[in-house]
T-cell receptor, first 113, second 114 residues
């Protein structure tokens, strides 16, 4: 079985400061990891994914994520947060044996001006 | 731009009155998914189509059905909506069924049941 945990319900940061949203996963095989962002009353927007290769993945809107196999983590990062980054962020995982995406519970990010 | 489109964006229906939500895609993807999302929770997969092959999740209520008349369109039918069916319904597509394939989501339809 596969699962994802997002240990923080909320993350609050000041604009211009680094932003980190945490994600840990559990899969039986190799993980395929995804980050999505959701703005109010909108669908999920794909940010980035890890399939294989370089542990540091760069994505949309200046976001990046670091895959750490030993810690089974895939934390989302942005060096300098913007107020417009305030949204709900979902981490998701698939393994090779499952067609379904398993989502974490989501983390609400608030960036204050 | 290639995209996933959902209509309507907001739907109000009455308790027990059938409702249909629509999804179309210009990505020419083989797989289309329907998710239910309540109150900023994680999306819950209801079912998906791989081409014309329908795959229902075990815990999807019988009240929910889907049709995919062609590659571009997929519909979600709720036969007798209850108050508990009020939610955001998200359509998504992926090129194939590989675990590496990215799912792309539409903007969602927010369903209100009166």
């Amino acid at each position: 079985a596969q699962s994802v945990a997002q240990p923080e319900d909320q993350v609050n940061v000041a604009e211009g400061n680094p932003l980190t949203v945490k994600c840990t996963y559990s899969v039986s095989g190799n993980p395929y990891l995804f980050w999505y962002v959701q703005y109010p009353n909108r669908g999920l927007q794909f940010l980035l994914k890890y399939i294989t290769g370089d542990n540091l993945v760069k994505g949309s809107y200046g976001f990046e994520a670091e895959f750490n196999k030993s810690q089974t983590s895939f934390h989302l990062k942005k060096p300098s947060a913007l107020v417009s980054d305030s949204a709900l962020y979902f981490c998701a995982v698939r393994d090779i044996n499952d067609y379904k995406l398993s989502f974490g519970a989501g983390t609400t990010v608030t960036v204050r001006a | 731009d290639a995209m996933v489109i959902q209509n309507p964006r907001y739907q109000v229906t009455q308790f027990g009155k059938p409702v249909t939500l629509s999804c179309s895609q210009t990505l020419n993807h083989n797989v289309m998914y329907w998710y239910q999302q309540k109150s900023s929770q994680a999306p819950k997969l209801l079912f998906h189509y791989y081409d014309k092959d329908f795959n229902n999740e075990a815990d999807t209520p019988d009240n929910f059905q889907s049709r995919r008349p062609n590659t571009s369109f997929c519909f979600l039918d709720i036969r007798s909506p209850g108050l508990g069916d009020a939610a955001m319904y998200l359509c998504a597509t992926s090129r194939g069924g590989q675990p590496t394939d990215t799912q792309y989501f539409g903007p969602g339809t927010r369903l209100t049941v009166l």
